[in-house]
Each structure stands twice: as C-alpha cells, then as structure tokens.
C-alpha cells in the first residue's frame, strides 16, 4: 500500500523524524481552518500517491489563510498525472503546512534490494527531482549504502551516506541524526520503500523531511493494528473489492484479455503465453487448488465486469481441482451472468474429458474449448483483437 504524504508523515513523526507541522483539509474552509491556525506562511499540498505534484500544479504557497482557500479550492478536484499513471488520480485533501525557508534539497531513501538480499539506503544532495534521473545524468552525486539486515545501520552507513553524497558542512550533523531514525521506521513499519525528496536544509540550519512517500507491505499487515485505519481512506477499485470478498487472489493489470487458472505458476505461464501470443492479459486471477463451480463463476464475474476485458482465457490444469466441477462452474456463470465477451477454455488433467464433454454438451456461443495452452493463448489473443479465433 502507498501511503499518502500525510500519512507517511504522521509515522515518520513518530520515529522522532522533524517534519513540518500541518493539517489535512478537504474543504477550501477547512483549508483556510487549518492555516488560521499555523499562521503565516503556509504550503497547500494536494494528497495522492503521484509523483511530480510540484509540477503538475498540486503545490501552491499562501501568504494567508484567505490565500490557503483559494489555492485549495483550485487543487480539490483537480485530476494529477504523470507519466507512469496517464489516468491520474483526483484529488479529494490537501495537507496544509507551515512553510520554511527551503536553502537545499536533498533526496534520501531507503528500500529493499532483492537481488543484493540487503536493504539499500541511497543518498543525494540534488533533491526535489527524480534519483533515476539524478542517476542517469550524474552517478557520482549518488551515495548508495547496503545494510544487511541482520546487522542493521550503523553510523559508519550514516557517514558513508551523508559524506558521499557531499551534503552542505551546516547539514551534515542533523543529516545523519535523522538518518537511523529512518532506517527505523523503514524497518518497523515493514515498508518496502521510505523515501524523503526533498529532505531540506531550512534557513536556520534545521533538516526536516519536507516530502514523504511511504510504501508498506501488505503482507505485513497482520502486524501493524493501524494498518486497515491508514487503508481506510484509500479507494480499492471495485472489481478487487469484490474479488477479495470472494476469497480470489486476483491483481488487475492493463490489458485485454482476462485470465483465470488455478496455482500462482499456472497464472504466471498463463500471461506469458498471452503476452508470447502478442496480447496484454488484464489481470492475474489464482482460483487456488480445489476450486468448485462457485468459485469459477465468481472469477469469471469479477473479469467481467471490467469492460476492458475483450476475451477471457481459463486454463486450468487439474490436479486436486476437478475438470468437472470447473466445467460446472463456467456453465452456471454463463446461465447467471449476460457474458459479452468470448470465454476460451483449456481443460486439463483430473476428469479433463469429462469437463470437456460437459462444455461440449451445453453449447453457449461465447464458449469456445481450445486443446493446449498455446493453442487457447492465440485464440483468446486473435478474439480480443476483434479477429475469428
Ligand atoms: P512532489 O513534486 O509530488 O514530489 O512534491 P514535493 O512535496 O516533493 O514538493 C515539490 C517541491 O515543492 C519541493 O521540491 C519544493 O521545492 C516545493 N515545496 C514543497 N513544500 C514546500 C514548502 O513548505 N515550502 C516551499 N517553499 N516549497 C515547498
Ligand atoms: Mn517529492
């Protein structure tokens, strides 16, 4: 889960991490409320899990709180994109802070590299912009430390960091005060990503963490009790929603052809065989070892209801799964459900034929059997490109 920059700054706050003092507002008042109350000078922050807010507009200054209502009811309701995520998100808070007097940015993070098994703190002092492009046009400004986990972050880590990224004299000291604190509460909070850009050095010498994007694990859940109050006030796409409640493990992605199969390596296959075939599945959709009918009807609803779905491919290898009691299911879905698109079926292994004879038997014209996987990948490929599998 992404946490919004509040959010990520409220659990940075607790690590004793300086953050700048703010409000959240979803309303123009509430906003001009919040700045009232700050005085001064004040920053209006639009909050989604986007990068590039500056640019696109989501951050204005406002000298006063009549100021602070007017740059939040211009940022309310905008819609902010970039370039990973062209269909943006609306904006429904803004963070209202107190502002500072920014001398430098800085950029600092840490995160998990799977293929070191470390965890990987990267430091830099060209901040407010990308790491990968600071990366790309100059890799010397970049200080990289790993940390194994075991042993933990040590100030040797801090000095490498805060030295090799050559941060002004004056930040130095409180630079590499914050930097275990972070290391901390990207521990603790199991967080695949904690990341300050831009960590500023403020007129009067202070370092404060003026950004916040906090990544946390979902599979660590279960140990963090706040974890469902900071999901809380995240949207979950309907069609998760409901595929979630139904117990299916099931992840959206872009494409067009819907997938269902049974076992993670089974899926996995799957949409690479999609992919070999030159189409773009549109989602991973695990119906697990043993699914019955009522579970395949739920799957095939649940990729049905994205109109992006042009053709579905259920490949299914049985094993404990039984080919008759899937077979069962995609009949029952396709007597409950008005199915649009075409549903192309791969039956193998425990009581293939007879699943196979019982599709047979009930002909429905958006039903089509196909024999072996890659036969049923381009057939389901040709039919979502509007061409006769
Ligand atoms: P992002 O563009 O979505 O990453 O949003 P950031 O929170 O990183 O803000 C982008 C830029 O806005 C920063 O690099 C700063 O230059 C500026 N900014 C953000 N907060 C403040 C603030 O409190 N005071 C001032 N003067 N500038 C700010
Ligand atoms: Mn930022």
Redesign the pocket.
């Known amino acids: 889960m992404d946490l919004f ?1 509040y959010q990520g700054k409220e659990l940075l706050r607790k690590f004793e991490i300086p953050v ?1 003092e703010g409000r959240v507002a979803t309303t123009p008042d509430e906003a001009a409320e919040a700045a009232k109350g700050l005085g001064g000078r004040v ?1 209006v ?1 639009a909050q989604v899990q986007i ?5 696109a507009g989501g ?1 204005k ?1 406002a000298e006063s709180p009549e100021e602070a209502r007017e740059a939040a009811d211009k940022i309310i309701g905008m819609t902010i994109s970039n370039e990973q995520d062209p269909k943006g998100q609306l904006v429904k808070r803004v963070l209202v ?1 107190r ?2 007097d ?1 001398r430098e ?1 800085y950029y600092v993070s840490f995160a998990i590299d799977r293929s070191a098994r470390k965890f990987v703190g990267i430091m830099s002092a060209q901040g ?1 912009m990308s790491i990968e492009e600071v990366a790309e046009k100059d890799p010397t400004a970049v200080a990289k430390v790993h940390v194994d986990p075991l042993l933990g972050f040590s100030d040797y880590h801090a000095r490498k960091l805060v030295y090799g990224a050559k941060l002004d004299p004056e930040a130095r000291k409180e630079a590499i005060a914050i930097l275990p604190k972070l290391y901390r509460a990207f521990v603790e909070l199991d967080a695949s990503l904690v990341e300050v ?2 960590l500023v050095l403020m007129g009067e010498g202070r370092v404060v963490a ?2 916040a994007k906090v990544s946390l694990d979902d599979s660590a859940a279960y140990r963090h009790p706040n974890f469902d109050e900071l999901k809380s006030v995240h949207e979950v796409p309907e069609q998760e929603r409901f595929a979630k409640e139904r117990g299916l493990n099931f992840i959206k992605l872009d494409g067009d052809v819907g997938i269902i199969g049974n076992g993670a390596g089974l899926v996995m296959s799957t949409l690479d065989v999609v992919k070999a075939a030159g189409g773009e599945p549109a989602n991973f959709l695990d119906v697990g070892g043993g699914a019955g009918a009522e579970l395949l009807s739920s799957a095939l609803e649940v990729i049905t209801s994205n109109a992006e779905v042009k053709s579905v491919l259920v490949n299914i290898f049985g094993g404990i799964t039984r080919c008759d009691l899937v077979a069962e299911g995609i009949i029952d879905a396709l007597g409950r459900l008005d199915v649009q698109v075409p549903i192309v079926v791969r039956l193998d292994g425990t009581n293939a034929e007879q699943g196979r004879k019982m599709l047979a038997d009930a002909p429905h014209p958006k039903l089509i059997p196909a024999d072996t996987m890659l036969g049923a990948a381009e057939k389901a490929v040709a039919l979502a490109h509007g061409k006769e599998g």
Do not use: F, H, W
């Open positions: 920059e700048p920053v922050k990068g590039g807010r500056g640019k951050i200054l802070e502002a500072g920014i940015e407010g850009n831009p003026l950004d």
